[in-house]
């Protein structure tokens, strides 16, 4: 076996730019007993450090889809007040918007204004016919390569609810 070259007394070995196997990792690992490390603690301490950065993606990326929901939320609303024209439309409001799975679709949660409730079909027949509108504006206040598809859940009031 060579002898193994050290950059500094207290840091790992240096190897030769090739994957060892089971056997040399056995055979080599009497060199980091000397110095009291196991190289499989280092291992998982990359792995631990992986994780770190996989998890700071995924904040990120969780924040940037809340930051489209609620610019969604926004953007939708007044979008929907344009069609006050058809008494449907008009008795209708955003309750909430969050991503469905990711930000590349969103599920719009709407409710009726008034009492009683709307028919399902009449409301997601005509939320349906505007969705495209609705994309499209959505897609001229955001900067994303993509608008992201609406998916609509209709949530009728209930009884003696105060909107």
């Known amino acids: 076996m060579k002898p193994v070259k050290y950059a500094h007394k207290n840091s790992f070995p240096r190897h030769s730019g090739r994957l060892r196997g089971r056997r ?16 499989i603690d280092h ?21 940037k889809a809340r930051r489209l929901c609620r610019q969604a939320f926004r953007i939708l609303s007044l979008a929907l007040g344009d069609f006050a024209h058809d008494p449907i439309l008009a008795d209708l409001a955003i309750q909430s918007v ?8 969103l599920v719009v949660c709407v409710y009726s204004l008034t009492q009683p409730p709307l028919l399902l079909p009449e409301v997601y ?4 016919e505007i969705s495209g509108r609705l994309r499209h504006e959505l897609a001229q206040h955001i900067t994303r390569k993509r608008a992201p598809e609406l998916a609509f859940i209709y949530m009728p009031a209930a009884a003696g609810e105060e909107q």
């Open 24 to 39: 040399q990792h056995e055979e080599s690992h009497g060199a980091y007993a000397d110095i009291g490390i196991d190289p």
């Open 43 to 63: 291992v998982d301490s990359i792995d631990h450090h992986a994780s770190d950065i996989a998890s700071s993606r995924q904040r990120r990326d969780q924040h």
């Open 98 to 105: 969050d991503p469905a799975p990711d930000a590349s679709r």
């Open 125 to 128: 027949a005509k939320l349906e």
